[in-house]
């Protein structure tokens, strides 16, 4: 996973009444009308980028079926959540995630977000996450806030609207896809390598993942985890980034993940080969209000453990 190695500050200019928590509105595109400029703002449309301990990347999004008078959802990785069992070092600091196994599921966890507006005269503003609705690094890196407001009083707000969750499976090599970070308020254009059976990383193991074919519109810096891996076609969520390598390390240790073939041998993924966690096993989780309850049956997604 991509832990962003420098902290964020957060700022007290720009928060919305709306939201309790200050957030971070400085933009460096703020007021301009450069064509570029603008073209970059409406791609980050509706991305979200984390404050707390180490700053993360994910995206405003909603399912098929679930109504707009609902509360808004916002996807990110597991490993930002700020919750769970563990504490891994990171300089002189540590960052709190999910052990192999955890499930964290409907725990109350109150953070601000910045959502990006699309908007040049104010092209961020604040949210807030109040819940944690599910998040885990077992078999997957994945995780779901709920925010205060309905995705219709966001909308009335901002003018933003949320990303669909695509509940496509599988990605031919060279499928074109944008990985946009809120975080870096940058919008990479990549395509799918390959599907990977497993991938390993330090305590955990995530099966499948997409690898993303390295480029150098790819290349992705800490902080980018989280961020929403995006059909260049329609404008669906197939996945979220989950992870790089630093190739810094030993093969399958932190920052340094390797795939694992079939008959359990491991090869070191390359310096900055960035994968890609798919996050379509919710819809398997839906009740009929299109709320996560890993009691549906047939759900997919792991389970807490008693």
Not at 30 to 51: H, I, N, R, Y
Not at 276 to 303: E, I, M, N, Q
Request: net charge negative.
């Amino acid at each position: 996973m991509r832990l962003w190695l420098v902290f964020l500050l957060l700022v007290l200019d720009g928060a919305s009444a709306q939201a309790q928590l200050s957030c971070n509105t400085a933009s460096r595109f703020k007021g301009s009308t450069e064509p570029a400029v603008l073209a970059v703002l409406a791609s980050l449309k509706g991305t979200v980028a984390m404050g707390g301990k180490g700053g993360c990347s994910g995206a405003l999004v909603t399912f098929h079926g679930r109504s707009a008078i609902e509360k808004g959802l916002v996807l990110s990785a597991g490993h930002c959540s700020e919750h769970g069992r563990i504490e891994v070092p990171i300089g002189k600091r540590s960052l709190t995630m999910p052990d192999n196994g955890e499930v964290i599921y409907h725990v109350s966890s109150r953070r601000p977000l910045t959502l990006e507006t699309g908007n040049s005269d104010e092209p961020r503003t604040c949210i807030e996450a109040e819940e944690i609705v599910y998040a885990t690094m077992t078999g997957v890196d994945v995780m779901l806030l709920q925010v205060s407001e309905t995705y219709e009083q966001i909308q009335q707000r901002t003018g933003v609207t949320p990303f669909l969750v695509s509940q496509e499976t599988s990605f031919a090599p060279g499928f074109a896809v944008r990985i946009p970070s809120a975080r870096w308020q940058n919008d990479r254009a990549c395509q799918v390598d390959a599907t990977v059976d497993k991938l390993a990383e330090f305590r955990w193991l995530w099966s499948p993942v997409l690898r993303i074919r390295l480029a150098d519109s790819c290349a992705t810096p800490h902080g980018v985890s989280g961020a929403p891996v995006i059909r260049a076609d329609n404008n669906e969520v197939i996945g979220l980034f989950g992870t790089a390598s630093d190739g810094n390390g030993a093969a399958c240790e932190l920052n340094n993940p390797c795939e694992v073939a079939p008959d359990g041998s491991t090869k070191a993924a390359v310096r900055e080969q960035p994968y890609v966690h798919f996050v379509h096993a919710f819809y398997t989780c839906l009740d009929a209000s299109r709320r996560v309850d890993l009691d549906v049956p047939g759900c997919l997604l792991p389970k807490p453990q008693p």
